[in-house]
């Protein structure tokens, strides 16, 4: 096990990350839920859908996935020749487990004259049993691509599918999964929140429940976020994503306050515990012994690869 290796506590990591990319020719890829120490030191900072643009496109000979394993996974599968890394393969996800493959299969069978829209955060075995993949920044655009009376099945994200069926009038079937991170804020304590701060723009992910999505100024993937923040007029804002993304949102604006929305625990903030298993020390080590690799079966990448092209392709229709 790579994680019972010591780090020599005088090391310099970021200097020596930075010689190991280069020796190697890495690409560092880091969502933008990745602590700040690992944003600072990641080749691209992105969204699901950035990052999946970028691993395809690299003529990096080893990608480093610093997000959790549903986002290395589909760099695998969309870039197969390249040596994957990712620091800690316990990052996994609630919301694609929330999605079992034999249970998934059964829902299809229930409804077989529907198109299955799937969001990028499943596994490779859900996205080969899928027709199209999607992204929070390209979701609703996929489903109004189709047509109005086109039967559709949304999964695994309830939150976000039903955000998109409010959006496009349209009556997708949603499977009832849920992402940890996002069901949790309370509305009782963001209503306080706003009374405290009544110039702040409340600014939320669509994973978020439909209560919390009803007192949004703005919904958006965490790009969008990012980018309103950015070119908002407003000074103060209240972030219902995970704490992550503020980082980014700070050094783009430093003059302007971002408060992270709590979370219904004793907790102040909302971080999610997969993307923050990933460490400098973990990132460190992968990059030494080029381990954990992400080793796949070619068959299912074969599968997946499918769904997934297809969402790229309509992204890049659609100019995103
Ligand atoms: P995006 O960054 O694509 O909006 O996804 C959010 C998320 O929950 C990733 O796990
Ligand atoms: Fe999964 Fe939610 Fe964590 Fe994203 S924030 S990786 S959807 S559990």
């Given at each position: 096990?790579?994680?019972?290796?010591?780090?020599?506590?005088?090391?310099?990591?970021?200097?020596?990350?930075?010689?190991?990319k280069?020796?190697?020719n890495v690409l560092l890829l880091?969502?933008?839920?990745?602590?700040?120490?690992?944003?600072?030191?990641a080749d691209y900072?992105?969204?699901?859908?950035?990052?999946?643009?970028q691993a395809?496109?690299t003529n990096a000979d080893i990608i480093l996935f610093?997000?959790?394993?549903?986002?290395?996974?589909?760099a695998?599968?969309?870039n197969?020749?390249k040596?994957?890394?990712?620091?800690?393969?316990?990052?996994?996800?609630?919301?694609?487990?929330?999605?079992?493959?034999?249970?998934?299969?059964?829902?299809?069978?229930?409804?077989?004259?529907?198109?299955?829209?799937?969001?990028?955060?499943?596994?490779?075995?859900?996205?080969?049993?899928?027709?199209?993949?999607?992204?929070?920044?390209?979701?609703?655009?996929?489903?109004?691509?189709?047509?109005?009376?086109?039967?559709?099945?949304?999964?695994?994200?309830?939150?976000?599918?039903?955000?998109?069926?409010?959006?496009?009038?349209?009556?997708?079937?949603?499977?009832?999964?849920?992402?940890?991170?996002?069901?949790?804020?309370?509305?009782?304590?963001?209503?306080?929140?706003?009374?405290?701060?009544?110039?702040?723009?409340?600014?939320?992910?669509?994973?978020?429940?439909?209560?919390?999505?009803?007192?949004?100024?703005?919904?958006?993937?965490?790009?969008?976020?990012?980018?309103?923040?950015?070119?908002?007029?407003?000074?103060?804002?209240?972030?219902?994503?995970?704490?992550?993304?503020?980082?980014?949102?700070?050094?783009?604006?430093?003059?302007?306050?971002?408060?992270?929305?709590?979370?219904?625990?004793?907790?102040?903030?909302?971080?999610?515990?997969?993307?923050?298993?990933?460490?400098?020390?973990?990132?460190?080590?992968?990059?030494?012994?080029?381990?954990?690799?992400?080793?796949?079966?070619?068959?299912?990448?074969?599968?997946?690869?499918?769904?997934?092209?297809?969402?790229?392709?309509?992204?890049?229709?659609?100019?995103?």
């Amino acid at each position: 096990m790579l994680l019972d290796k010591e780090v020599d506590p005088s090391l310099d990591l970021f200097e020596e990350i930075k010689t190991l990319k280069k020796e190697k020719n890495v690409l560092l890829l880091a969502h933008y839920y990745q602590n700040n120490d690992i944003q600072d030191i990641a080749d691209y900072i992105g969204d699901s859908l950035g990052l999946a643009q970028q691993a395809q496109k690299t003529n990096a000979d080893i990608i480093l996935f610093a997000g959790v394993h549903f986002m290395a996974e589909t760099a695998k599968i969309l870039n197969p020749t390249k040596k994957v890394l990712i620091p800690d393969l316990n990052a996994g996800c609630s919301l694609a487990d929330s999605c079992p493959t034999d249970k998934f299969k059964e829902f299809k069978e229930k409804h077989p004259d529907h198109i299955i829209i799937t969001y990028i955060n499943c596994t490779a075995e859900i996205k080969a049993l899928s027709d199209i993949i999607c992204t929070s920044s390209n979701a609703v655009q996929i489903v109004e691509s189709l047509p109005k009376d086109q039967k559709i099945i949304f999964a695994p994200d309830k939150n976000l599918g039903a955000y998109i069926n409010k959006k496009t009038k349209r009556n997708m079937v949603l499977w009832d999964g849920t992402c940890m991170v996002h069901e949790i804020f309370s509305l009782e304590k963001l209503i306080k929140l706003k009374v405290q701060n009544p110039k702040a723009k409340i600014i939320a992910h669509p994973e978020c429940e439909e209560a919390i999505l009803e007192h949004a100024d703005f919904i958006g993937s965490t790009t969008a976020l990012l980018n309103y923040s950015k070119k908002s007029d407003d000074k103060e804002f209240i972030v219902l994503t995970e704490t992550g993304i503020l980082h980014q949102m700070q050094k783009a604006s430093p003059n302007k306050t971002f408060i992270p929305a709590p979370p219904n625990n004793s907790c102040a903030c909302n971080d999610c515990p997969y993307m923050k298993l990933n460490t400098l020390e973990k990132i460190y080590l992968s990059l030494k012994y080029e381990q954990p690799e992400l080793v796949m079966n070619v068959d299912l990448m074969e599968k997946a690869k499918r769904p997934i092209l297809k969402m790229l392709e309509l992204s890049a229709k659609f100019g995103l």
